[in-house]
């Protein structure tokens, strides 16, 4: 695995040592610790970290709180600490988008494998997220099509192929989308 960039967000200091001596071990960059959830925000805005290895019961604010924040605004690989075993704990843990789990306290062997699993599993989430952004814009640009060659057929008495022609003739010559060019259609058309 590749270097990350971490971010320790715990409330014990000897857990933090412990953690930070882990990582550092495993050829990984602790770039900001926290003792609480409102510290771990701010490190995560700062720093902009790969990973935050964050214990759920803290001060001021629980990871999980935080977590929903770190993940709305920066969004990075969690991994949940925990002394407890609660399965509501664990369950609210997994709706909040953590994406490993370690009971405290845990075997140094432990934190690379958790740290590999989290990490692999969010950048699987960020390319499916990417891949449906992508299937989203690709149906919202066919549905504008379709619309501006449905305006340019009742106007203009064309063929559904010389309505697609057009768009894609224009859009080729102003050196713009076929999107933009079938969103100006659609607007112009609504002045009219």
């Known amino acids: 695995m590749e270097s990350l960039r971490a971010v320790i967000a715990e409330d014990e200091p000897l857990t933090r040592t412990l953690i930070r001596a882990r990582l550092e071990k495993l050829g990984h960059h602790v770039v900001a610790e926290a003792g609480d959830g409102t510290q771990a925000i701010e490190a ?9 290895i964050m214990d759920i019961k803290m001060p001021l604010m629980d990871g999980i709180e935080a977590a929903h924040t770190i993940l709305a605004d920066f969004p990075c690989a969690i991994l949940f600490l925990s002394a407890f075993n609660e399965a509501e704990l664990i369950d609210d843990a997994s709706a909040t988008g953590a994406l490993a789990y370690l009971m405290k306290p845990f ?4 934190l690379g494998p958790a740290l590999q699993m ?15 952004d992508s299937l ?10 379709e619309r501006a060659k449905g305006i340019l057929m ?5 063929s559904e192929e010389e309505a ?3 768009i894609h003739f224009q859009a080729r010559n102003q050196n713009k989308k076929m999107r933009d060019i079938a969103q100006s259609i659609i607007t112009a058309a609504d002045l009219i």
Request: charged share 45%; proline share 2%; aromatic share 4%.
């Open 44 to 52: 995560a805005r700062a720093h902009r970290p790969d990973v935050i």
């Open 107 to 110: 075997r140094k062997e432990d």
């Open 118 to 132: 989290a990490v692999t599993r969010f950048r699987h989430m960020q390319t499916q997220q990417k891949e449906m």
């Open 136 to 145: 989203r814009d690709t149906l919202e640009t066919r549905k504008l099509i």
């Open 154 to 158: 009742d106007r203009h008495s064309m």
């Open 164 to 166: 697609f022609k057009r």
